[in-house]
């Protein structure tokens, strides 16, 4: 199975802040990768695929980069709305694996 | 865009089996892959396997071959997930997921169902 190593598990920030999430497979996903957000008690919410394309209808202030192994996810302008946690998913092989998840607070 | 409505909470007993359905609202997704994945309290995301109705061929994590079973109903557009010999551990949320593009799986998730809680106590 691969992978996926995503850090940190947790990152307090102000509004108006930028801030960048890290995903490392443990080997080569090409570029399948999505990245996640969940609040609680709701369904995860597609933010990212092919680890940089923009879901439709999702804010330009998220954003994602990387290729084979290694995969960022910036949020540029913190607003209150983006408390939540972050997870990044590689789909290159099944079984599909997650990230640990960051938590993040505002 | 095509919604994936989920089967109500369920409430089972140690050592006896749940039935998740899934089912798109607005169009049929029989092309699609239909992933399945869980979430135990305060947990991450966990994947389950996975079933492409008109291949009809699941395909399970290691850890949930033999115990899990994903079935579809292309008749409704309808997709089942079963868990047998349920155990304490098995309390979780169990959320089924949509492939974004159809005939195949790699293209990753676009739409979430909003979960079901299962509960599994004495």
């Known amino acids: 199975d691969i992978q996926m190593t995503q850090s940190p598990s947790s990152l307090s920030a102000s509004v108006g802040d930028r801030v960048t999430i890290t995903c490392q497979a443990s080997?080569?996903?090409?570029?399948?990768l999505i990245w996640f957000q969940q609040k609680p008690g709701t369904a995860p919410k597609v933010l990212i695929y092919d680890a940089s394309t923009l879901e439709a209808g999702v804010s330009s202030r998220f954003s994602g980069s990387g290729f084979e192994t290694d995969f960022t996810f910036t949020i540029s302008s913190l607003q209150p709305e983006d408390a939540a946690t972050y997870y990044c998913q590689q789909y290159y092989n099944v079984p599909y694996t997650f990230g640990q998840g960051t938590k993040l607070d505002i | 865009q095509v919604q994936l409505v989920q089967s109500g909470t369920e409430v089972k007993k140690p050592g006896s089996s749940v039935k998740v359905s899934c089912k798109a609202s607005g169009e049929t997704f029989n092309t699609f892959g239909i992933h399945w994945v869980r979430q135990a309290p305060g947990q991450g995301l966990e994947w389950m396997g996975v079933?492409?109705?008109?291949?009809?061929?699941?395909n399970y994590g290691q850890r949930f071959q033999g115990r899990v079973s994903i079935t579809a109903d292309k008749s409704t557009g309808t997709v089942f997930m079963e868990v047998k010999r349920l155990a304490s551990e098995d309390t979780a949320v169990y959320y089924c997921?949509?492939?974004?593009?159809?005939?195949?799986?790699?293209?990753?998730?676009?739409?979430w169902g909003q979960g079901t809680p299962v509960i599994v106590s004495s």
């Open positions: 080997r080569d996903i090409d570029n399948h």
């Open positions: 079933i492409i109705p008109i291949f009809d061929t699941p």
């Open positions: 997921a949509k492939e974004r593009r159809p005939g195949h799986f790699y293209y990753g998730f676009d739409v």
